[in-house]
């Protein structure tokens, strides 16, 4: 997902659209680190911790993606795709 958005020019996007996608890059960097959190963690309480909050940052992620679609930021397929690696990350981290 963090590949997809830097390859966007967000010198040419309108302000709104700009703003959606610098917000879901910074996002999904969070969301990423509490995966990795997860996967550092000593003990199965600070797993859980973390899947927690990891749980909440993928829904926001998946906010952010549909409100970047809607912006005209990504495609349909993208969405989809998007939505297929949240999933399965989730299921990572159960």
Do not use: W
Not at 2 to 8: C, D, K, N, Q
Not at 13 to 34: G, N, W
Not at 49 to 61: G, M, R, S
């Amino acid at each position: 997902m963090l590949r997809a958005l830097s390859g966007i020019d967000m010198a040419e996007l309108a302000p709104r659209p700009r703003d959606i996608a610098s917000s879901l890059k910074m996002q999904v960097i969070d969301l990423r680190l509490e995966a990795r959190d997860y996967e550092y963690a000593e003990n199965r309480h600070d797993q859980q911790l973390h899947a927690k909050t990891a749980h909440a940052y993928a829904d926001t992620v998946r906010q952010g993606v549909l409100a970047a679609s809607e912006s005209g930021v990504f495609s349909a397929v993208e969405v989809v795709e998007f939505s297929t690696l949240l999933d399965n990350l989730i299921e990572c981290l159960s």
